[in-house]
């Protein structure tokens, strides 16, 4: 049973930081791409970053682009979204799915976390 868990989430100011954990299990974690995506309240789900199975290639949103980290440990099957300078705008449910390849497009992910709210507040 493939199984993707969340944690890192919480209450931050405005140009504070967090970072967001996703452990997974029952895959073979290194094979995989890895990506976040968010959804704030009555938008819909967007994408924030992926990373491939090796973590040589990452894509990020416009959005977050420079400010927004993401990373893996293998060994650890463990992919981490770290957040600097938050905008209250950053505000959502940020999930962390699996795919073939660090795709954009959520459709392209077969795997999903539960998701961990994050809420900037200014």
């Known amino acids: 049973q493939v199984q993707l868990v969340e944690s890192g989430g919480g209450l931050v100011q405005a140009g504070g930081s967090l970072r967001l954990s996703c452990a997974v299990s029952g895959l073979t974690f290194s094979s995989y791409g890895m990506g976040w995506f968010r959804q704030a309240l009555e938008k819909e789900r967007e994408f924030v970053a992926a990373?491939?199975?090796?973590?040589?290639?990452?894509r990020y949103a416009d959005s977050v682009a420079g400010r927004f980290i993401i990373s893996r440990d293998n060994a650890k099957n463990t992919t981490y979204l770290l957040m600097n300078t938050l905008k209250p705008e950053d505000t959502a449910v940020y999930y962390c799915a699996s795919s073939s390849l660090p795709h954009s497009d959520p459709a392209r992910y077969a795997y999903w976390g539960q998701g961990t709210q994050v809420t900037v507040s200014s």
């Open positions: 990373i491939g199975s090796n973590g040589a290639l990452t």
